[in-house]
């Protein structure tokens, strides 16, 4: 997803573009003026550089330490599309306007983009697939200048969200990012090889050679066992029969959840993620069942994570913010009691977290 070379004008000031002769100088530096640095949702002089990165293409690296929860990019798009559209034929009429409505800046950058499919009857439709990253409720999806540069890998450093109050894309850093590493994105998210490696021929022409994809066949197998169970307990958590008349087979559920997801995916983009959303299921579960100390404990481990993935000003982020607040009034406790067999309130010790074992 990499175009040839940008300009110094096309860039933002946080990047450096550094002709090929001079990226071994360039990191050398950076190893030698390395600063400790914060999570903070600014950006730092030279935060990433676009370089090429054989056989990828063109990609971002880091060119200083970047904390895990920085944020790296806020970006706003090149354009949006709905991807609800009847035939490629039409879609491609619909590019075909808005490109040329785009300012010339725009319209040069789009056309800079890779192109993994190139003897497409559809180009700009081949060209926008190859780019475009799926907003909030995957009904439309946009193209940017510098976030569709970031390449793919199975353990991904860095998580892309939507950012709907923003109105762009937002990518932090999942995990702590050396200088001189690159910057990555998981284009696939939690598949199985099989399905990985079709999803990543099919739509934009990789083959990958990541480290999760390199290892042994023994090692590939148990790996795809686990993301199969995770996806299974998930399903199996949120049947409604389940958390009404089973809490604690569920929450025992929840708890081999977060053993594999931590077994799995450690440091990687999915990690966080669905950490948070498996402790959004526990707390469906306490919650209904009236042990607010549970709920509360839960949903304060899902927010801290969101806010690393997706930023403190995320709307998801926020209303769980709010939540929170609204928690700590004492009338709140009314608001939870659906039955009284483990209520507890806020402050009171949990009843319910104790079957999800450590967790």
């Given at each position: 997803?990499?175009?040839?070379?940008?300009?110094?004008?096309?860039?933002?000031?946080?990047?450096?573009?550094?002709?090929?002769?001079?990226?071994?100088?360039?990191?050398?530096?950076?190893?030698?003026?390395?600063?400790?640095?914060?999570?903070?949702?600014?950006?730092?002089?030279?935060?990433?550089?676009?370089?090429?990165?054989?056989?990828?293409?063109?990609?971002?690296?880091?060119g200083?330490?970047?904390?895990?929860?920085?944020?790296?990019?806020?970006?706003?798009?090149?354009?949006?599309?709905?991807?609800?559209?009847?035939?490629?034929?039409?879609?491609?009429?619909?590019?075909?306007?808005?490109?040329?409505?785009?300012?010339?800046?725009?319209?040069?950058?789009?056309f800079?983009?890779?192109?993994?499919?190139?003897?497409?009857?559809?180009?700009?439709?081949?060209?926008?697939?190859?780019?475009?990253?799926?907003?909030?409720?995957?009904?439309?999806?946009?193209?940017?200048?510098?976030?569709?540069?970031?390449?793919?890998?199975?353990?991904?450093?860095?998580?892309?969200?939507?950012?709907?109050?923003?109105?762009?894309?937002t990518?932090?850093?999942?995990?702590?990012?050396?200088?001189?590493?690159?910057?990555?994105?998981?284009?696939?998210?939690?598949?199985?090889?099989?399905?990985?490696?079709?999803?990543?021929?099919?739509?934009?022409n990789?083959?990958?050679?990541?480290?999760?994809?390199?290892l042994?066949?023994l090692?590939?197998?148990?790996?795809?066992?686990?993301?199969?169970?995770?996806?299974?307990?998930?399903?199996?958590?949120?049947?409604?029969?389940?958390?009404?008349?089973?809490?604690?087979?569920?929450?025992?559920?929840?708890?081999?959840?977060?053993?594999?997801?931590?077994?799995?995916?450690?440091?990687?983009s999915?990690?966080?993620?669905?950490?948070?959303?498996?402790?959004?299921?526990?707390?469906?579960?306490c919650?209904?069942?009236?042990?607010l100390?549970?709920?509360?404990?839960?949903?304060?481990?899902?927010?801290?994570?969101r806010?690393?993935?997706?930023?403190?000003?995320?709307?998801?982020?926020?209303?769980?913010?709010?939540?929170?607040?609204?928690?700590?009034?004492?009338?709140?406790?009314?608001?939870w009691?659906?039955?009284?067999?483990?209520?507890?309130?806020?402050?009171?010790?949990?009843?319910?977290?104790?079957?999800?074992?450590?967790?």
């Amino acid at each position: 997803m990499s175009p040839p070379i940008k300009t110094e004008e096309n860039v933002s000031d946080t990047v450096m573009v550094v002709p090929s002769q001079g990226i071994d100088e360039f990191l050398q530096y950076c190893k030698e003026h390395q600063t400790p640095t914060q999570p903070t949702h600014t950006f730092g002089p030279n935060l990433y550089l676009i370089h090429d990165i054989p056989p990828k293409g063109r990609g971002l690296i880091a060119g200083v330490n970047i904390p895990k929860g920085q944020r790296i990019l806020l970006e706003q798009p090149l354009f949006t599309s709905s991807l609800e559209w009847t035939s490629y034929q039409d879609f491609e009429s619909h590019l075909s306007h808005t490109i040329t409505t785009l300012p010339p800046a725009a319209h040069d950058t789009f056309f800079a983009l890779h192109n993994a499919n190139p003897t497409s009857e559809h180009p700009l439709t081949a060209r926008f697939l190859t780019n475009c990253l799926p907003d909030q409720d995957r009904s439309t999806a946009s193209v940017y200048s510098t976030a569709c540069l970031i390449n793919h890998d199975c353990r991904a450093n860095a998580h892309g969200e939507w950012n709907t109050d923003a109105k762009a894309a937002t990518i932090h850093a999942v995990r702590d990012i050396n200088a001189g590493e690159e910057i990555t994105m998981n284009y696939v998210s939690g598949k199985v090889k099989e399905v990985r490696d079709d999803k990543l021929n099919r739509l934009f022409n990789i083959s990958c050679t990541c480290e999760l994809c390199c290892l042994p066949p023994l090692a590939i197998q148990e790996s795809d066992a686990r993301r199969t169970e995770i996806y299974m307990l998930f399903e199996e958590i949120g049947i409604a029969h389940n958390i009404l008349n089973e809490p604690e087979q569920c929450l025992e559920e929840c708890g081999r959840l977060m053993d594999l997801i931590d077994e799995e995916f450690a440091g990687y983009s999915e990690h966080l993620l669905l950490s948070a959303q498996a402790c959004e299921a526990a707390f469906h579960v306490c919650a209904t069942h009236s042990d607010l100390a549970s709920a509360c404990a839960l949903q304060r481990r899902s927010y801290e994570m969101r806010v690393v993935f997706a930023g403190s000003d995320a709307p998801l982020v926020k209303q769980m913010r709010s939540a929170m607040e609204y928690q700590h009034r004492e009338t709140a406790a009314d608001a939870w009691r659906k039955c009284s067999r483990w209520h507890t309130r806020r402050g009171d010790e949990p009843k319910l977290l104790k079957f999800m074992g450590e967790h």
